[in-house]
C-alpha cells in the first residue's frame, strides 16, 4: 500500500524566515509527487515533481525531489503571513490512474 | 471559467440517514474524483469517475457509492451514516484524468449527529 509521511505535522514560525516541509513517501511504480497548499478548503495546486522534472520553483517558494532516498522538500523563503495553511504532499503511482495517496499534512503559521 | 463546484457546502445528517452529495467539474473535465479528509486521516481517496465509468476505488464500505452523469456531473452518495462519516468531502476534476489542471472544489463539509 503507498504510504506518505510528512514532518513536521505542524510549525510556527515569525514572519521573514524560512521554512522546510518534508514528505517521504513509499509507492510501488511512482510516477508524480505533488504538493497542494490548504487554507480553508480547497486545495491548490503548487507544484509537480516527476521523473524527468525534481527541482521546481515558483516565486520565494521552491522544491526537490530524491527518487534514491524517497523524499521530496518544499522550501518557503521570507514567509508572510499569506503563508500560512496546511500543506500537503500526495503521490501517485504509474497503475493509479489520477488517484492521490496524500500524508496529513504540515500546518504552517506564520506570525508577524 | 468556472471551478469546480460542490453542492451543498454545509450538511447536517442523524445517524443511519443517507446523504447525496453533488460535484460539477470545470467545463470540459471527464475525469472526477472523490476524497473524505477528516482530522484523523487525512485525506483519503474515494472513487474516482470517468465517462460515467468507475474507473478507481479506494478502501471504504459498500455504504459508499457514487455515479456520473453524461455531463460529467458526479454524485456521491453514503448510506446508513455513522458519526464517523462526520467529514470534509472534496471532490476533484481533471480534463482526461491527468494530474496536470487537477482542480479541486471547496468541499462538503458534512456532520453526522
Known amino acids: 500500500e503507498d504510504k506518505v509521511v510528512q514532518s513536521p505535522l505542524s510549525l510556527v514560525v515569525h514572519e521573514g524566515d524560512t521554512v522546510t516541509l518534508n514528505c517521504s513517501y513509499e509507492?510501488?511504480?511512482?510516477?508524480?509527487l505533488l504538493w497542494y497548499k490548504q487554507e480553508k478548503k480547497a486545495p491548490t495546486f503548487l507544484f509537480m515533481l516527476t521523473s524527468s522534472g525534481i527541482e521546481k520553483k515558483s516565486g520565494r517558494l521552491s522544491s526537490i525531489l530524491d527518487k534514491k532516498e524517497l523524499f521530496s522538500i518544499l522550501n518557503i523563503t521570507a514567509t508572510q503571513t499569506g503563508d500560512s495553511a496546511v500543506y500537503l504532499c500526495?503521490?501517485?503511482?504509474?497503475?493509479?490512474?489520477?488517484?492521490?495517496?496524500f500524508g496529513e499534512g504540515t500546518q504552517l503559521t506564520v506570525n508577524p | 471559467k468556472a471551478g469546480v463546484t460542490q453542492t451543498p457546502r454545509y450538511l447536517i445528517k442523524t445517524r443511519g440517514q443517507q446523504v447525496t452529495l453533488s460535484c460539477s467539474p470545470i467545463s470540459g473535465h471527464r475525469s472526477v474524483s472523490w476524497y473524505q479528509q477528516t482530522p484523523g486521516q487525512g485525506l483519503q481517496f474515494l472513487f474516482e469517475y470517468f465517462s460515467e465509468t468507475q474507473r478507481n476505488k479506494g478502501n471504504f464500505p459498500g455504504r459508499f457509492s457514487g455515479r456520473q452523469f453524461s455531463n460529467s456531473r458526479s454524485e456521491m452518495n453514503v448510506s446508513t451514516l455513522e458519526l464517523g462519516d462526520s467529514a470534509l468531502y472534496l471532490c476533484a476534476s481533471s480534463l482526461l484524468g491527468l494530474l496536470v489542471g487537477y482542480t479541486f472544489g471547496s468541499g462538503t463539509r458534512l456532520t453526522v449527529v
Open positions: 509507492v510501488t511504480n511512482f510516477r508524480s
Open positions: 500526495a503521490v501517485v503511482a504509474e497503475t493509479s490512474g489520477s488517484r492521490l495517496t
